[in-house]
C-alpha cells in the first residue's frame, strides 16, 4: 500500500477558496487513479473528484462541479484539490485515495482504492 498524508484544510468563509494537497510515498502512484472523497458528521463518505492515472480524465460530483478541480503533479507525487466558492456544505473531513493498480479510467466508488490518507478537515461557516 501506498501512505498518503493530505494537507491544507482549514476553517474559511462561505464563498473563499481552499487547496488541499495530498503528498504520497513512492512514485508508483503516478500510473494509479487517485480520488478525494470527503465525510460529513452522520454521513456517509462520498465521492467529490477523481482522476485517471497521469491525469488523462478526471471526474465530479455533481454537487461540486464547476467549482472544484483535481490535478496531479506526478513530479512531486502529489494529488491536489483546488476548493473555491466553498458552501457550509462543503464541511467534511477530506480524504485522498491511490488505487493499486495502473488504469486510465476513473472511479467513484470507495471500493476501487486500496490506499487511504488520515483525511483533513474542512469547515466552512456561513
Known amino acids: 500500500q501506498v501512505r498518503l498524508v493530505e494537507s491544507g484544510g482549514g476553517w474559511v468563509q462561505a464563498g473563499d477558496s481552499l487547496r488541499l494537497s495530498c503528498n504520497a510515498s513512492?512514485?508508483?502512484?503516478?500510473?494509479?487513479?487517485m480520488a478525494w472523497f470527503r465525510q460529513a458528521p452522520g454521513k456517509e463518505r462520498a465521492f467529490v473528484a477523481g482522476?485517471?492515472?497521469?491525469?488523462?480524465?478526471?471526474d465530479y460530483a455533481d454537487a461540486v462541479k464547476g467549482r472544484f478541480t483535481i490535478s496531479r503533479d506526478n513530479a512531486k507525487i502529489t494529488l491536489f484539490l483546488q476548493m473555491s466558492s466553498l458552501e457550509p456544505e462543503d464541511t467534511a473531513v477530506y480524504y485522498c485515495?491511490?488505487?493499486?493498480?495502473?488504469?486510465?479510467?476513473?472511479?467513484?466508488?470507495?471500493?476501487?482504492?486500496?490506499?487511504w490518507g488520515q483525511g483533513t478537515q474542512v469547515t466552512v461557516s456561513s
Open positions: 485515495a491511490a488505487r493499486s493498480a495502473y488504469s486510465s479510467s476513473v472511479y467513484r466508488d470507495p471500493a476501487n482504492y486500496a490506499s
Open positions: 513512492t512514485g508508483t502512484v503516478r500510473g494509479y487513479p
Open positions: 482522476i485517471s492515472g497521469f491525469g488523462g480524465s478526471t
